[in-house]
C-alpha cells in the first residue's frame, strides 16, 4: 500500500527542546517537500528536497533544519530558535519537483 | 507576496446547492492548477486539477472552470452534501520557478448545512 507517513501525530515540545517529526514514503518520488499550516495562512513551505542528500530552504525556513539521506526519508528537526513552533506540520512528495504533490496526515506540534 | 489569490476564505451552503470557490493569479507562467481538499486533523488530498489549454474539466459533481485571459478559475461543487464540508486549497505550478513549483491559496473552509 503505497503513501506517505509521518510520526507522530502529535508531538509535545518543551522550551528549549530540539524535536524532530518523521516522514517517510513508499511512492519511489524523488521530490519532498516540508510545510507548515497555521490557521487562516494556508501553507508555507519550510524546506524542499529534489534528490538524495541535497535540499532547499523554502520561505519560512528559520528555526528548522533538514537532512536527507535516504530517497525515502526527509525528516524535519524543529530547533529551539523557532520561537513560534505551535503548527500542524504537513510532509509531501511528488515525482518530480513540479509534478502534483501528495501529502502525509500531518504532525501537530504543541509547546509545553 | 501572495501569487494565488483565493476567495471567499468561508462559505455556508446548503445541501443540495452549488459550492463556488475562486482563485486568481498573476504569474503567466503557471501551467497547472491543481485543488486540494483538507478535512480536520489530516493532510491535504488531491480532489481534481486542470491544465490552460482547457476551460473546464469535469469529474463527477467537482467541476473545474478556467479563464486563461482573465487569469482566474474556480471550483464548482454540484448537488454539495455534508461529507463536502472541509477546507479547499487551489494552487497554481510554474516549471521552473518559484522554490517548490507549487503555490497554494489561503484556503476556503467551505460548510455544508443539511
Known sequence: DGGI??????????????????????????????????????LRLIYYSQIVNDFQKGDIAEGYSVSREKKESFPLTVTSAQ????????????????????FGPGTRLLVL | QQQVKQSPQS?????????????????????????????????????????PDVSEKK????????????????????????????????AARSWGGGADGLTFGKGTHLIIQP
Open chain 1, 5 to 42: 507517513t509521518q510520526s507522530p501525530k502529535y508531538l509535545f515540545r518543551k522550551e528549549g527542546q530540539n524535536v524532530t517529526l518523521s516522514c517517510e514514503q513508499n511512492l519511489n518520488h524523488d521530490a519532498m517537500y516540508w510545510y507548515r499550516q497555521d490557521p487562516g495562512q494556508g
Open chain 1, 83 to 102: 520561537k513560534n513552533p505551535t503548527a500542524f506540520y504537513l510532509c509531501a512528495s511528488s515525482i518530480g519537483r513540479t509534478e502534483t504533490q501528495y
Open chain 2, 11 to 51: 462559505l455556508i451552503v446548503q445541501k443540495g446547492g452549488i459550492s463556488i470557490i475562486n482563485c486568481a493569479y498573476e504569474n503567466t507562467a503557471f501551467d497547472y492548477f491543481p485543488w486540494y481538499q483538507q478535512f480536520p486533523g489530516k493532510g491535504p488530498a488531491l480532489l481534481i486539477a486542470i491544465r
Open chain 2, 59 to 90: 469529474e463527477g459533481r467537482f467541476t473545474i472552470s478556467f479563464n486563461k485571459s482573465a487569469k482566474q478559475f474556480s471550483l464548482h461543487i454540484m448537488d454539495s452534501q455534508p461529507g463536502d464540508s472541509a477546507t479547499y486549497f487551489c
